[in-house]
């Protein structure tokens, strides 16, 4: 006789198929492959400064782990720009109160070179773009002096960056320094791109650790000081990229697209852990995880890693021009780093907020607000393909508390990535995507953005 233990064993049903969740969430949370991809990437790639050997090594790496998935890809041809950094130092020379001495700094990407001999100028400080115009800054050194106290100032420390050395240069400037545009530090400056457009005159373009910008700040109020660089970078023709493209076919309405990217190269300073190989490794998860699912989503997905994101944008444009005439029904960048999934931003027509509540309630157990947000366009890699159609748009928003510590630094390391928040992120973009691919109906679309404005 059989005891009652073993009678209700014999008579429980077959263990359950894995549900929809369990197979997208349940298994990003506990396959460990997200960390395993990011690693593999930083380990055995390195940098992928747009241009370099290690890019061009970096879209055969992301082709061959799309083919080791099983997911359909292929490449298309990108033209980069190719800036290659070469030897930078600067000194602050000795002054009235100040011992002089080495600065902390970085090259930003499109910099032009110093002579061979170096620049040596008087500094002049400004903190805003619409400084310049009474600043006397003709012959001198520009210094933009902003301070980033939290992540929500980012837009403004980059616009500094961005425009403030080729606007700079149109007044007679010989060369500017940006404090980096970071919340954190310890003496390792950021870089990000310097805008130079056909027609400006490109400078030489540094950023400062924010150490050596207050350090600057302050002896800039106590009298004249001068600062000699010595920068070695140097802009070669464009050469031949890629952005890598694969595609999951969706069953019903193979036509519709979701579209879920991130961005393949990186800044050289380091291996871009956070900037972008934690959004390529989520990129690829949710790609592995899809390509299981039977039977497949209704329509179509495709993973885009752009090529250019940090300096130029050219796989954004590239991306946009190829397929701006698909039937985009939703696209999502991951581009935010490793921290953990916080809340849902999108940008849509009327009704989105309504279809996107009962995809998003079960992002609740990842710890995600599962109340949708409105939002400005959000995604550098998307706003080619925004402003070419009304494009909408959902964005997971992670954890930014210290991605600008070290975001364009040599300290984009793996050891800042925690895992348990990556997987989490990597969980909710995997539900996210699919979600927006299976669902019964799609986002209205919002209207095409506009163009950036003129300057
Ligand atoms: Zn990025």
Redesign the pocket.
Known sequence: MLAPLALLLLAAPPPAAPSTFESLVGRALTDGATLATVTDLADRIGPRLVGSDGAAEAVRWAVAQFQTAGVPVRTERVKVARWIRGEERGEVLRGPGRQGGPLALTALGGSAPTPAGGVEAEVVEVTSLAALATAPVEGRIVYFHHRMSSWEGYGEASELRSYGPAEAAARGAVATMVRSAATGSLRSPHTGAAVFRAGDRPIPAVALATEDGDALHRWLQAGPVRVRLQLGCRTEPDVESANVVAEIRGREKPAEVVLLGA?LDSWDLAVGAQ??GA?VAMVLETARLISRMRPGPRRTVRFVLFMG??HGGAGASAYADAHASEVHVAALES?AGAGRPLWIYFRGGEGSESFLAPLLHPLAALGVDPIPRKHTLYG?DLKALARKRGLPTVHLWQDPSHYFDVHHSAADTLDKIDPVALARSAAATAWLTWSLADAAGTLAPPPIEPPPPAR
């Open positions: 961005h900037d972008d959004g994101e940090e581009d550098e």
